[in-house]
C-alpha cells in the first residue's frame, strides 16, 4: 500500500503554527467546553467498541437505519478511511475537487477514476459519472456540500448519482460533514437504499474539532467490515468525544441555528469583499469558498505563500485540489478574527495595486 503525501495538510505544517490568523479554516469556530459536562468518568475505551448503542440509534435514525448500521469512529477522517479499506477492489470514481483523502485513499488501495464540476458554478456532468464506471467499480465518491468550492449538488443530482451507482452495483459514498450548515439540509445519501454510505462528524458543523468524534452510516455488511478496519486503527471512539458529542447532539437544533447565522453572515461580508477586490467564487453552502487567485498572481501557491510570509494569515493554495488558479478561504472562525483576516489581505492587496 502507497499513498501520496497530503498536499494541503504539508503546506498547513510549514505555516500554521506561527501564523497569527487561520483564514483557511474548514469548519465553524470552536464551541468552548464551558459550554459541557466534560467529565466522562473513567477514560477507558467505549464499551461496545463500535459506541454508545443509545447514541448509535439516535444518529441512525436521521438516516432511517438502525443502530447496527452506524458506526463511531475518531472523525469523518476515519470513517472514511475504514470504509474505503472496507469497500475497496480495484476500483473507484471520485468527483474532484474534493479533499484530497477521498481520492487517495482509495487510490492507495486500488485504481481511481477523477470526474470534475465544471467552473465557475463547479456543475457535475452525471453522464461523465455513468462513463466513468466500469463493472468493478467500488465505490463512487462524492463530497456534498463540496470542500473547497462549497458547491451543493441539489437533491435530483444526488438521487441520479445513487441511481447510477446502484444500477452498477457500486456504493455511493457521500462525505456530509457540511451537510447540517445548509438552511434547508438534503436527505442524507445513507437513507436512499441498500447502496447509500454516509460519513460525518461533529467537527464542521457543530464546531467540536477536538472532540475526534465521527461516525459512518450504511449497510450493515459496510458497517462491520469498517469496524474490523477500525479494530486495527484506534479500537473505539473517543470516550471524551462521545461524551460532548451526545451533548451537542442534545442541543443539535439551538447549536445549528447559531452557527448557519455566523456562517451567513461571514459568507455575505467575504462575498463583498472578493467583489470590491476583482476575486469571484460561486456562493458557497458551508464554511468554505474557493475564489480566482487575484490580479498579479499565477498561482494560489504563490499568493498564499507571499500572503502568509507578509501578513502572517493563511489561505489554503487550490493545487492542494488540484486547482492552481484558486485558492480556499474559510469563514467560520470567529468574526473578530475575520475581520482582522480581512484587513490584513486588504493591506497586502493594496501594496500591489
Not at 249 to 258: M, T
Not at 325 to 353: N, Q, V
Request: aromatic share 10%; with cysteine; hydrophobic share 40%.
Amino acid at each position: 500500500m502507497d499513498i501520496e503525501p497530503f498536499e494541503l495538510e504539508r503546506f498547513f505544517d510549514r505555516f500554521e503554527h506561527d501564523a497569527d490568523i487561520m483564514l483557511a479554516e474548514s469548519g465553524i469556530e470552536s464551541r468552548s467546553t464551558a459550554e459541557f459536562d466534560t467529565d466522562p468518568g473513567e477514560l477507558g475505551y467505549v464499551i461496545p467498541t463500535g459506541g454508545d448503542p443509545d447514541l448509535r440509534e439516535q444518529v441512525a435514525a436521521r438516516y432511517g437505519r438502525s443502530g447496527d448500521e452506524v458506526l463511531f469512529t475518531c472523525g469523518a477522517q476515519e470513517a472514511n478511511f475504514t470504509t474505503f479499506a472496507a469497500l475497496m477492489g480495484d476500483h473507484a470514481v471520485t468527483v474532484t475537487p474534493t479533499y484530497q483523502s477521498l481520492s487517495a485513499v482509495p487510490d492507495a488501495f486500488g485504481e481511481v477514476t477523477t470526474v470534475d464540476l465544471d467552473p465557475p458554478a463547479w456543475s457535475l456532468d452525471t453522464d461523465r459519472v455513468q462513463d466513468a464506471l466500469r463493472p468493478e467499480t467500488a465505490v463512487l465518491v462524492v463530497n456534498n456540500p463540496n470542500n473547497p468550492t462549497g458547491r451543493y449538488l441539489d437533491e435530483a443530482t444526488m438521487r441520479e448519482l445513487y441511481d447510477i451507482a446502484a444500477d452498477n452495483d457500486t456504493y455511493l459514498l457521500c462525505d456530509e460533514v457540511y451537510r447540517l450548515l445548509a438552511e434547508e439540509p438534503l436527505p442524507p445519501v445513507a437513507s436512499f437504499g441498500e447502496y447509500g454510505i454516509s460519513t460525518s462528524s461533529v467537527t464542521k458543523a457543530h464546531g467540536l474539532a477536538g472532540c475526534r468524534f465521527g461516525w459512518v452510516a450504511g449497510p450493515e455488511e459496510v458497517v462491520d467490515a469498517a469496524a474490523n478496519w477500525k479494530d486495527y486503527t484506534t479500537i473505539s471512539p473517543s470516550t471524551f468525544g462521545q461524551h460532548v458529542a451526545k451533548q451537542a447532539l442534545d442541543r443539535e437544533a439551538e447549536i445549528l441555528a447559531e452557527n448557519r447565522a455566523q456562517a451567513r453572515d461571514h459568507r455575505e461580508r467575504v462575498g463583498a469583499f472578493l467583489a470590491d477586490h476583482g476575486m469571484s467564487w460561486r456562493e458557497p453552502t458551508g464554511v468554505n469558498g474557493f475564489p480566482t487567485v487575484p490580479d498579479g498572481f499565477e498561482t494560489g501557491r504563490e499568493f498564499c505563500e507571499a500572503f502568509v510570509r507578509e501578513e502572517s494569515v493563511l489561505l489554503a493554495p487550490g493545487d492542494g485540489f488540484g486547482v492552481p488558479g484558486r485558492f480556499r478561504i474559510g469563514f467560520g472562525l470567529a468574526s473578530e478574527e475575520l475581520a482582522d483576516g480581512l484587513a490584513r489581505l486588504d493591506a497586502f492587496l493594496e501594496r500591489r495595486a
